[in-house]
């Protein structure tokens, strides 16, 4: 029988859900590799063909190193909470949970249909109470934990309590808010129960404070600046405005310099460690104070105290605790109009847009400290709340937005140098000699900043500082679904429920909008009160909450005591292999580490690092099709479409047309008609009886009609097809067109190794013979080319070897198990299906191939023992023959001259000279 990839890939899938082949334990004789796909968000659309790609380099690897003999854990689960359901729960009065579950369903099905060696034993979804239950807990973590910096790491908040009590504040070094107090240890113990949380709450590692945001109110919604393009909601494009609401942070910059010097320790593509080394922005430089009239000190921090002599005016961000109170009556219209025009721009916008040049004078001075002259004080939206201190000192002569900015509203530009140089990233040491200072003319940089600092520290204007761009991560959301935060309220101070209280179940509500006077959505629930007086917290947590520690509930997901158990976790340690996107840089995989940092330093897991080898895949863009409709006179559109290469010929405009009722650029003209009803009487303009497309590679989207499912390709060619065509289509980290044209090569390919098995007659025909040396090496070659491929994650070019392999054999019309046997192993984690269905027919009933054993490569076989000689005559080729390498140059002479096909060129006669170059070629001169 042919090639019958539906009935063999149904047959192994049900096989192997029913016998749960890649069910692993957590305990082998095996060594342990963990092998982990950022998990999806289950949308309504499914999955298009570009959402496999990753997922298919995965299983490849994961199916190879079950082969190399490891204890392989490959599992999947849902990322199931998000703002797509819940918008969709607006619209229809549909609860999340129902369209969630809907969507999982179709995706489970689409992602089965593949054939992944998941272990789906140990499915997670994020939204299941079971699982964000713990969620829940390492949050409550967080709350009683603070950063100890003596000890770098964080504690127990306990011990932070014992210390007060025992000593007070002093000798506390912490990551803390600016305004702790110090205290005795008998103050302290005087504190009522209300100031002693609040003072903690200042230490604590999730902890309420008032922040800037990104609010949304259509959606009702802070939103995290990547949900944010160009001042709108990424999903609606409703505006966004900048406000300052209570929220939930954690504490990330605790960790800013660990997570910074763990970049050094994995294996993370460069751009992406970049990403996250720039997203931190470690700056080294220095708090300076400038005094305003209202004996307030500004305080500002700057990489480059030497250049304060240049300082000619200070700029506040809009969002500054001290505009209002700075601002003078007469400049009171237009601070505030500028305000509410910053609101309306996200801090990415702010911080890329470098030539917009925007402020408004506050109308009060502060006092340079070292010059004593006054200084006015500005606001601009180039200067960041959240940023240093939200001030700078403006030196535009040393800095080009402060450059641009005193330009722009003629403000002093005072030189700083002999050699001046207003380039932002200026090399301090080729800045020439410093002018217009009293203290440093004539220093260089390096004698200047350290005599600076201790000349300010000595006047208490200024000191040395470490600061880092990266702010605390807002922890909260005003939407439903999403993860309770199980923390209640007494006197307005947030308390933690206790742990045997888990999971804070997520509450029902009418509907799924805030309520009339502005609270969350769950404000809306009924009677939900803990211990039925005390309100609970209405934000739910944000997504990255249940996707930063999801690795660690794969390796014990019926755990009912724990997250993850001590011996599960001191198997399976780290994710060996991660495989996902990049636009998950300065988001999930950055959360994720500073979850598993504290979650290290509180001795629940070993590692520091939580992925050792990260892969991001590039993304698979869609290959647009269009047809050509001709314009009348006036410009608008007839029902007479022109095909490509006629369309010159007319006046037309081009439109997407579905690439799926298109074929090599063909379109298929029945299938157009019967697509809308304005198409059915629609006339064709065609070259050589056919309707040629245009095409162009865009973005994959319905809105260009270039989806393409997996599902659709699965029916025409098969799941092993599609896997083989994915990575086919080039590097894995590179992004690249989908072109469905050049698929039919690749199940061919698959047809012709299915063939090799089988005779004329479809018969199954296997030789039991000895293999031939030609046999061995295009085996071995083929082996040995796969290992070093899947070792460097090449898989497009083992496909390539594949199919030269296949041709190889064919040609040879080899039959024999004993290369065949070992052809299925090495191409079984590409095509699984086709090659589990052939080692059963091999006679290999005893187990699956996914356990075989990978075959050893024999360099013996690819050494060289002949060769096919091009024998020219009178220099010109006319034949090839192949000979034994071990032949001398005399016997190689006579072998050749007495070949039939050389006689006939020979005639008779005896050659002139016979030129043999050994193992190169032969040369008749007649």
């Known amino acids: 029988m042919d090639y019958q990839f539906k009935e063999i890939e149904r047959k192994w899938q049900k096989f192997w859900a029913a016998n749960q082949t890649y069910k692993v334990n957590n305990t082998s004789e095996k060594p342990k590799y963990y092998v982990l796909d950022m998990f999806p968000y289950p949308s309504g659309a499914g999955l298009h063909v570009g959402h496999p790609l990753g997922y298919i380099a995965s299983d490849i690897y994961a199916r190879y190193k079950r082969l190399k003999g490891f204890n392989v854990l490959h599992p999947m689960g849902f990322d199931s909470f998000g703002l797509p359901a819940e918008q969709y729960a607006i619209q229809t009065g549909q609860h999340p949970a129902i369209t969630t579950e809907e969507n999982i369903n179709r995706y489970r099905v689409q992602l089965d249909k593949i054939g992944f060696s998941f272990d789906w034993s140990r499915e997670v979804r994020t939204s299941d109470p079971d699982y964000y239950h713990w969620s829940q807990w390492i949050f409550m973590q967080l709350f009683n934990a603070w950063y100890n910096l003596a000890s770098d790491k964080a504690e127990p908040i306990d011990q932070l309590i014992q210390h007060f009590e025992e000593k007070g504040s002093v000798g506390i070094y912490a990551v803390s808010d600016e305004d702790i107090r110090e205290f005795s240890p008998e103050e302290w113990n005087d504190f009522t129960e209300e100031e002693k949380q609040r003072e903690l709450l200042k230490y604590r590692l999730a902890y309420l404070r008032e922040s800037s945001v990104n609010w949304c109110a259509a959606l009702g919604t802070v939103l995290a600046n990547d949900e944010v393009i160009g001042g709108l909601s990424e999903r609606g494009g409703y505006p966004v405005e900048q406000k300052k609401m209570m929220q939930w942070s954690m504490r990330i910059v605790a960790y800013a310099e660990r997570l910074l010097q763990g970049l050094e320790t994995i294996d993370w593509p460069d751009p992406l460690v970049e990403m996250q080394r720039n997203w931190i922005g470690k700056s080294i430089g220095a708090l300076v104070n400038f005094t305003t009239e209202a004996n307030k000190d500004i305080e500002v921090f700057t990489t480059r105290v030497d250049t304060i002599y240049g300082v000619s005016f200070i700029v506040l961000a809009p969002e500054h605790e001290w505009v209002s109170e700075l601002t003078q009556v007469e400049q009171k219209a237009a601070i505030e109009s500028y305000i509410e025009k910053t609101k309306k721009k996200s801090e990415l916008e702010r911080m890329a847009d470098t030539k917009a040049v925007s402020g408004a004078f506050t109308g009060s001075y502060a006092t340079h400290p070292l010059t004593g002259e006054s200084i006015p004080i500005w606001i601009a939206d180039y200067v960041l709340a959240g940023y240093g201190t939200g001030a700078v000192m403006a030196v535009p002569s040393g800095d080009q937005r402060d450059y641009l900015f005193a330009k722009h509203f003629d403000l002093p530009i005072i030189p700083i140098h002999d050699q001046q140089n207003i380039e932002q990233e200026a090399d301090p040491s080729k800045d020439g000699k410093y002018i217009n200072s009293d203290l440093i003319n004539g220093m260089t940089y390096s004698e200047a900043v350290p005599f600076l600092l201790e000349k300010l520290e000595e006047m208490h204007k200024g000191k040395g500082k470490v600061n880092y761009r990266m702010r605390d991560a807002i922890f909260g959301r005003q939407r439903y679904w999403g993860e309770p935060v199980p923390v209640y309220f007494k006197n307005g101070l947030p308390y933690l429920m206790k742990e045997s209280e888990l999971p804070l179940i997520l509450p029902e509500v009418d509907q799924y909008l805030p309520t009339e006077s502005g609270e969350p959505p769950l404000g809306r629930a009924k009677n939900w009160k803990y211990q039925d007086q005390y309100d609970y917290e209405l934000s739910t947590m944000p997504g990255w909450a249940g996707s930063s520690w999801y690795w660690y509930r794969y390796m014990d997901v019926q755990n009912k005591e724990q997250f993850v158990s001590k011996s599960a976790v001191n198997y399976w340690h780290a994710v060996d292999l991660y495989i996902g996107g990049s636009e998950h840089a300065t988001g999930h995989l950055l959360y994720s580490r500073f979850w598993n940092k504290f979650l290290k330093d509180l001795g629940y897991v070993p590692e520091e690092e939580p992925f050792k080898k990260l892969i991001n895949q590039g993304m698979i863009q869609g290959r647009s099709n269009f047809i050509y409709r001709v314009l009348d006179e006036e410009g608008k559109g007839t029902n007479t479409f022109v095909s490509y290469g006629l369309k010159d010929n007319y006046k037309t405009n081009a439109l997407h047309v579905d690439v799926n009722i298109v074929i090599n650029d063909i379109l298929n003209i029945e299938k157009f008609k019967a697509s809308r009803p304005e198409y059915k009487d629609a006339e064709f303009i065609l070259e050589n009886g056919k309707y040629h497309c245009g095409h162009e590679v865009e973005k994959m989207s319905k809105s260009k009609f270039n989806v393409v499912s997996p599902d659709d390709i699965i029916e025409a060619y098969g799941a092993d097809t599609l896997r083989m065509y994915e990575m086919f289509l080039g590097p894995l980290e590179q992004s690249k067109p989908w072109n469905t044209n050049g698929i039919e090569g690749v199940f061919k390919f698959l047809r012709k190794f299915w063939k090799l098995f089988h005779d004329a007659d479809f018969n199954f025909n296997i030789s039991e013979d000895k293999a031939t040396p030609a046999e061995l090496k295009a085996l071995h070659k083929i082996i040995k080319k796969v290992q070093e491929d899947i070792d460097r994650f090449s898989f497009n070019t083992s496909v390539s070897a594949f199919m030269i392999c296949i041709n190889e054999l064919t040609d040879l019309k080899c039959n024999k198990r004993e290369i065949l046997q070992d052809l299925c192993i090495v191409l079984s984690p590409y095509a699984p299906h086709i090659t589990e269905d052939l080692w059963e027919k091999l006679g ?9 054993t990978y075959p050893i490569f024999n ?68």
């Open 859 to 926: 360099p013996q076989h690819l050494v060289e023992s002949e060769f096919v000689y091009p024998i020219s005559v009178n220099g010109k080729v006319r034949m090839k023959i192949q000979l034994s390498l071990d032949m001398e140059v005399s016997e190689v002479e006579e072998e050749v001259l007495k070949n039939k096909d050389v006689q006939k060129y020979l005639d008779g006669k005896s050659p002139k000279k016979v030129i043999v170059v050994k193992g190169r070629i032969v040369n008749i001169v007649l």
């Open 844 to 852: 290999n009933q005893a187990g699956t191939i996914s356990y075989a």
